[in-house]
């Protein structure tokens, strides 16, 4: 059901607040929930977007009197049908104190995301980070308490009497998160000079990542309680890191196996012989049987991507036969290829399908 956002709730103020108490609860929730101190954190950027809105509604007199005449009722009630949800929407905006909507004191901390690219070696074999990342940490001037020192303890907040809710005027009115406690429903009476009651700042932090080997793109790993850290007395938040892997110039990998294109000369071809091919701990020689054509497959058993306590896989490598832009010296080619050709017609064993096709003896 869609209703009216409760400015006076977001704001933190109650509904006959003067135009000064609004202007000081707007300046201090837009600089707590900047974007600019909170890069990224889109629930930040939704929550300055809303004080900011209801400021502009509550800052005119003209726009605060026409939302104070349609706040109390929900938006479009009598124009949906009557269903399940929207029954219980409304027996949930009248009766919701009833069932109480108490907010625990203390407030865990959120997580923090952190996206870690590494090469498909250190991925794959396995490899330890340090990340260094700009993230809340507890505040060394209050201990992460939010308090100044020999200050009083957090109250209950006065504007929703620790509900972290408030419910606008009307019957048929809805709840709100408070704005002048969050939502903890705890406000500071003497907060930290230094954090202004968050009990954390934002600060340089590092930490050292192990991935395990066979770690693939996209895994997420989470290393407990290194998030942000929590208010009035709740946990601190994980540290979940994202990993990336960057695309090697000459290997893929698809699942246990690495896959890669041996490129060789046609003299290389022919011939025969062992050849390096790139491997994810480096240069490895490859035998290459007498005649290999472009499209034929060989394995480098034990050079595939090794899992924790069990076996590697293998590295398949397929066979591509380089042939040049020889244009410039066409002559030259030609020459060689028609006294190849010589040789071979004087020995027609050399050549036992063409001869057979051709109908030769």
């Known amino acids: 059901m869609a209703q009216h956002q409760d400015h006076y709730a977001v704001l933190g103020v109650a509904s006959g607040a003067t135009l000064d108490e609004i202007k000081r609860s707007y300046r201090r929730l837009a600089l707590a929930n900047h974007p600019d101190r909170h890069p990224g954190d889109v629930e930040a950027e939704e929550r300055f977007r809303a004080v900011s809105t209801a400021y502009a509604v509550l800052s005119d007199p003209v726009q605060r009197a026409k939302y104070d005449a349609q706040r109390h009722l929900p938006v479009g009630l009598f124009d949906q049908p009557v269903t399940m949800q929207t029954a219980r929407d409304l027996l949930s905006a009248v009766v919701g104190d009833v069932f109480g909507r108490q907010r625990r004191e203390r407030r865990r901390g959120r997580d923090v995301r952190y996206t870690l690219t590494v090469d498909l070696a250190e991925a794959a074999l396995g490899s330890e980070h340090e990340i260094q990342f700009e993230a ?129 000369s046609p003299l290389e071809a022919a011939r025969g012989g062992k050849v390096p091919v790139p491997t994810l701990t480096g240069s490895a020689l490859l035998e290459l049987p007498p005649g290999v054509a472009t499209g034929a497959k060989l394995r480098l058993r034990g050079k595939g991507v090794p899992s924790e306590g069990g076996r590697a896989g293998d590295q398949l490598v397929t066979v591509v036969v380089e042939t040049a832009n020889l244009s410039s010296r066409t002559g030259a080619v030609v020459a060689a290829l028609e006294g190849l050709e010589r040789a071979l017609q004087a020995e027609p064993q050399a050549l036992p399908k063409r001869a057979a096709q051709r109908g030769l003896k």
Not at 140 to 148: D, R
Not at 173 to 201: F, S, V
């Open 136 to 264: 809340l940490g507890p505040c060394a001037s209050c201990g992460g308490t939010g308090a100044k020192p020999a200050g009083r303890p957090p109250t209950t907040c006065p504007l929703c009497h620790g509900r972290g809710e408030v419910k606008g005027e009307g019957f048929l009115a809805r709840h709100t998160t408070c704005g002048r406690c969050a939502g903890t429903g705890m406000i500071q009476l003497d907060p930290c000079e230094t954090c202004r009651g968050r009990g954390a700042r934002r600060e340089q932090r590092s930490f050292k990542v192990r991935l395990p080997p066979g770690t693939e793109g996209g895994a997420e790993k989470v290393i407990q309680n290194h998030g942000e850290p929590g208010q009035f007395g709740g946990g601190p938040g994980n540290l979940r890191v994202t990993v990336s892997v960057r695309p090697h110039a000459w290997l893929r990998r698809e699942g246990q196996d690495i896959h890669c294109d041996l490129f060789v």
